[in-house]
């Protein structure tokens, strides 16, 4: 068990600067390093004042990230950062992070490549649904794609 509570502050500043890093993360990290239970508040403010912890900078970037990078849908999204216990404001103003063009314009262009692949179009139209687009946004692409299939 970690004992001074600098040594714990440098390591989880660390931590948090490597990454953007949500409470519910840090929290687990101070689990694992084992802290002594009296030092998590102090260490948890310090963070917070010092901004290693920032909630919606976490979120945002987690948003963005998780579009641009693994093209998700803002369903999916929603969920992982309400599992991250982002509040319900942080997560409006996470989501808005993404252009309604560029989302729609990434979701024809993943509608185009699942279905290429499957040569199906309700196979396709499940492939997104899983990955967190609206039902009706796919309905949408898929009329401006003219699929034809069921």
Not at 47 to 75: M, P, V
Not at 85 to 90: D, M
């Amino acid at each position: 068990m970690y004992s001074t509570k600098d040594k714990v502050l440098k390591q989880l500043q660390h931590y948090c600067a490597y990454q953007d890093r949500c409470q519910m993360e840090v929290e687990q990290k101070l689990k694992q390093l084992r802290v002594d239970p009296e030092y998590t508040d102090d260490i948890f403010l310090e963070l917070i004042k010092d901004g290693f912890i920032n909630e919606e900078r976490f979120a945002k970037s987690y948003a963005r990230g998780k579009f641009r990078i693994h093209h998700w849908g803002k369903l999916k999204i929603r969920n992982y950062l309400k599992a991250k216990r982002i509040g319900e404001p942080l997560l409006t103003i996470a989501l808005n992070e993404i252009n309604p063009d560029e989302y729609y314009e990434q979701l024809k262009i993943q509608l185009q490549k699942i279905y290429s692949s499957y040569k199906n179009k309700s196979k396709s139209i499940n492939n997104l649904i899983s990955k967190g687009y609206e039902l009706d946004l796919i309905y949408q692409a898929a009329d401006d794609l003219k699929l034809k299939g069921e």
